[in-house]
């Protein structure tokens, strides 16, 4: 028997998004971020229905040959860069541009042999302070990379923004001014934007921009919902109750016996657990969808399945739909009830859940 647990993948919301991304960027180009397999949606079919981007960008450099094994031949972008000569010479060959973050990576590129050369984006730290190349050294570093062989004559510029999904801090603006004071005696595209600075800060979006989580329909802001940035929910995660039982006042439920019903009550148990994707840390209390209507998960999340508080819905019948988040049901209200965020939740769905496209 096929296992209840799948998650539909709406393509037209993946293509609505995107057009949301060029409306709110008008004069930029749009590399549309596909790493972590397209966030837990499938890099290869997330980038079917993205293929109007400008290019793509990766973290890793098998995500990179992935796509051109798959016939993609827009731009690609390894965001985390090379590390040694051989991945270099899987760059050119495949011409796959590369970040440069350190520079180790511009000594690489420097004694390289390669057959051709490669465009490369200079990643700039204006405070993330993670990886990027510091203020005081990055005129030298950009000559380097201008003098050398191995390297494309156009240069982009980039940097990364830490704080952008929190309305109410300033340093984006801080981040930005110091991109602008560094880079004000070079000639070169730059890329600053990602999801929150494209809805946010027009004066970043620059020549490039960097859609990741926008495009699949969450919202990139702290507390923020996909709606109220005209965002559509992309993937919907859903299953079905397996069974409808009914319990006394004062009955310990699941694991570790840790909630008791309050009532005679009926509960439902749904085919879904952490085994697929779906967060052990959801607090009881958390909604789920039974036919469109919100019940509370009750008990510990198993590995298998959950239990939901079936009292408000006393028609409710096995094998009736529930979404766990999605479509009617933001994945952002349930990462915060797991106390995490909706990427990680996106990105740990299991390969046990079956996927579904919706066009």
Known sequence: MTRAAEASIDLQALQYNLQRVRESAKNSRVISVIKANGYGHGMLRV??????SDAFAVAKIEEALTLRQA?????????EGFTDADELALLAQHAIEAVV???YQIDLLEKASLPSKIKIWLKIDTGMHRLGIDLDDVTVSFKRLQD????VAEITLMTHFANADDHNDSRTSTQLKRFNSTI???????SLANSAAILKYDESHAEWVRPGIMLYGVSPFIKGLAAEEGLKPVMTLHSKLIAINHYKKGNALGYGGSWHCPDDMPVGVVA?????????AARAGTPVLINGQRVPLIGRVSMDMICVDLRSQPSAAIGDRAVLWGEGLPVE????CAHTIPYELLC???ERVRITEVE
Do not use: K, M, W
């Not at 016939?71 to 965001?79: A, N, R, S, Y």
């Open 47 to 52: 980038a079917s229905a993205l293929s109007s």
């Open 71 to 79: 016939g993609f031949t827009q731009p690609v972008l390894l965001l």
């Open 101 to 103: 973050h350190h520079q």
């Open 148 to 151: 050398c062989e191995n390297v």
């Open 184 to 190: 004000q005696e070079i000639d070169a595209p730059c």
């Open 272 to 280: 879904i657990g952490y085994g697929d994707g779906y967060p052990r």
């Open 333 to 336: 209200e349930i990462a915060e």
């Open 348 to 350: 740990r769905v299991t």
